[in-house]
């Protein structure tokens, strides 16, 4: 949900509490008739109560964004010499998430208006796989922080990655080409999402369940696609041609070379809209 729709749920719920204990304290007599006279002709200062405040938050957001300054901070995600393996557990809220594939030595770049509190990283080696947890800090103001508040998260090249991201309130852009990615798990709430997908080594296979706006998936050309549709009354734009509809709603393409892997995706929650296209281009 939008958080103005929060907001707007927040105060018809109140509203409701305040009119209900009201006509329930008339009807026992609990409050006299001179009172419910006063209130009935006063009742009108509640709208513009609601009005004073909305304006005022609504202020309060854009003076925000034009004074705040913007910092940047880098943080290296530490990785063992010997890992044969990167699995990355990300949890972020109020704000952008990106992802994309980086030549360098994996790391976390965020920019946040004010003193945002540091994201809190944890790695462990479990066998040869290196597991790094990514977390983002309750802000004490969400509204407000998540004007500005992005993570650029670059992932390397060259080892397997397993993703699970948990998403909150939070716009994605993830660029996940030329990077070997075996699986996927992306969970999101409100916010739009987009993923582009590479041509997977073996096979990259994915859950992803998003109550947001809308999703968009790019999938790989050339490659043998499998996208399975949990929600059936979820709307979904796709080039047809490109993509067949099966009997069981769900899309594959019609064929691709055995020896380029392929892409099985199962796609599930209370999304109103969902992209699926073909990249231009194989990767």
């Known amino acids: 949900m939008h958080p103005l729709a929060k907001r707007i749920t927040l105060i018809v719920s109140l509203f409701s509490l305040v009119i209900?204990?009201?006509l329930l304290g008339s009807n026992?007599?609990?409050i006299s008739g001179a009172v419910v006279s006063a209130v009935l002709n006063l009742w009108p200062i509640l709208l513009i109560l609601v009005g004073f405040l909305l304006v005022v938050d609504s202020t309060k957001k854009r003076v925000f964004a034009n004074t705040s300054s913007v910092t940047t901070a880098q943080y290296p995600l530490p990785m063992d010499s010997g890992s044969t393996e990167l699995a990355i557990r990300v949890q972020f809220s109020y704000g952008r998430l990106m992802a994309a594939r980086t030549d360098g030595t994996p790391r976390l770049v965020t920019e946040?208006?004010?003193?945002?509190?540091?994201?809190?990283?944890?790695?462990?080696?479990?066998?040869?796989?290196?597991?790094?947890?990514?977390?983002?800090?309750?802000?004490?103001?969400p509204a407000l922080y998540s004007l500005q508040n992005t993570w650029r998260?670059?992932?390397?090249?060259?080892?397997?990655?397993?993703?699970?991201?948990?998403?909150?309130?939070?716009?994605?852009r993830m660029d996940l080409r030329r990077l070997d990615v075996e699986s996927i798990d992306l969970r999101t709430e409100s916010g739009k999402q987009e993923v582009v997908l590479g041509q997977?080594?073996?096979?990259?296979?994915g859950l992803i369940y998003a109550s947001g706006s809308s999703l968009s998936v790019i999938l790989p050309a050339h490659v043998?696609?499998?996208?399975?549709?949990?929600n059936p009354f979820c709307r979904v734009?796709?080039?047809?041609?490109?993509?067949?509809?099966?009997?069981?709603?769900s899309l594959i393409t019609p064929s691709a070379p055995d020896n380029r892997g392929s892409v099985?995706?199962?796609v599930d929650g209370p999304i109103r809209n969902l992209v699926l296209d073909i990249a231009d281009v194989a990767e």
């Not at 997977?200 to 296979?205: C, D, F, G, I, V």
């Not at 043998?224 to 949990?230: H, I, P, Y």
């Not at 734009?237 to 709603?249: A, I």
């Open 112 to 141: 946040t208006s004010g003193s945002g509190a540091p994201p809190v990283i944890k790695q462990e080696m479990m066998g040869g796989c290196s597991e790094i947890s990514i977390a983002s800090n309750q802000p004490l103001f």
């Open 200 to 205: 997977p080594h073996r096979k990259l296979s």
């Open 20 to 22: 209900g204990l009201f």
């Open 237 to 249: 734009d796709y080039p047809q041609g490109d993509l067949e509809k099966r009997q069981d709603g």
């Open 28 to 30: 026992l007599q609990i």
């Open 224 to 230: 043998f696609s499998w996208v399975r549709l949990l």
């Open 153 to 172: 998260l670059e992932l390397p090249a060259g080892l397997p990655l397993r993703l699970s991201l948990q998403l909150h309130e939070a716009d994605l």
């Open 264 to 266: 099985e995706l199962d």
